[in-house]
């Protein structure tokens, strides 16, 4: 019995004129935990019984059993009532030497998906705490949908496509090394491309080699695609340390670079509707 079924039940007995399940539903979580763990506002007894909302509690809180509990009182129109903290801590901790990694087990999701959008770091630039943060929370969020009997589905969505990588890519044959590279890809890499937007601001023409450095990427130029193809997995080698310390895996790991030769037919159909 859940504890809302068991303070339901005992305010039953004392208060004949309502349903235990009625009872259940009108129970409320008090904003101060001062009031109590649940209370029971007695408003809907108050035409019933011809009484005043606040002499109901008082004589609700006085006949309940409070055996179970460790406290009842009545407060306003409202009985608050406090749980024995030590009984249910031994009740759920005997559940979960029982029932192990089952405790808690549901099937409300009935195979259902979920799907959790999460992580998405950006290829060849620092794992950041934003990222971190959706990481381990939707990882939680997942094994706890799991648990509900829904199929989770973790998703990180990379940053792995964009000028940034014909910039990139310049950088890399002008200043860099593969070795540096190997070394310590996401501060090597990172160094490179903070370099030169340094020396775009004296230098545009580097943006325009960096314009054409990913547009041979677009175009599929086979030096282009290798060098591209490097970045990200000496990018994910290193984020993939981190995960591994986590205890997070992705079913999916299709970043912004899956969509590239779908763009041709997305904007066919669009044109072909009018959208455009």
Do not use: C
């Not at 759920?92 to 992580?119: E, K, P, T």
């Not at 950006?122 to 706890?144: C, E, M, Q, W, Y």
């Not at 995960?243 to 912004?256: H, N, Q, T």
Request: no cysteine; proline share 4%.
């Amino acid at each position: 019995m859940n504890t809302k079924e068991l303070i339901a039940a005992e305010i039953a007995k004392v208060v004949p004129e309502l349903e235990q399940e009625n009872i259940q539903n009108l129970l409320e979580i008090p904003k101060n935990a001062d009031m109590g763990d649940l209370a029971f506002p007695d408003f809907s007894l108050a035409k019933v019984l011809r009484k005043a909302p606040q002499m109901i509690a008082a004589d609700i809180a006085e006949k309940i059993d409070a055996s179970n509990f460790e406290k009842v009182e009545a407060v306003g129109p409202y009985i608050n009532i406090f749980l024995d903290k030590s009984k249910i801590s031994a009740d759920v901790l005997g559940q979960v030497i029982a029932q192990g990694s089952h405790y808690a087990d549901q099937n409300i999701g009935n195979g259902r998906n979920i799907a959790f959008d999460m992580s998405s770091p950006n290829i060849a630039k620092p794992f950041s705490i934003g990222h971190l943060r959706s990481t381990v929370i939707a990882d939680a969020l997942a094994n706890i949908v799991a648990k509900q009997g829904y199929k989770p589905v973790r998703i990180n969505h990379l940053g792995d496509w964009g000028k940034q990588f014909g910039l990139l890519m310049v950088a890399y044959k002008k200043w860099g090394s593969k070795e540096a590279v190997e070394a310590s890809p996401i501060d090597e890499l990172l160094k490179l491309y903070v370099r030169i937007n340094a020396e775009i601001e004296t230098d545009p023409e580097l943006d325009d080699e960096g314009r054409l450095w990913f547009k041979k990427l677009e175009d599929g130029d086979p030096e282009a695609t290798e060098l591209w193809q490097w970045f990200r997995d000496e990018s994910l080698k290193e984020f993939n340390r981190t995960y591994k310390l986590l205890g997070v895996e992705f079913d999916s790991l299709a970043g912004e670079a899956f969509y590239n030769d779908k763009m041709d037919e997305g904007i066919k159909l669009l044109a072909e509707k009018g959208l455009l």
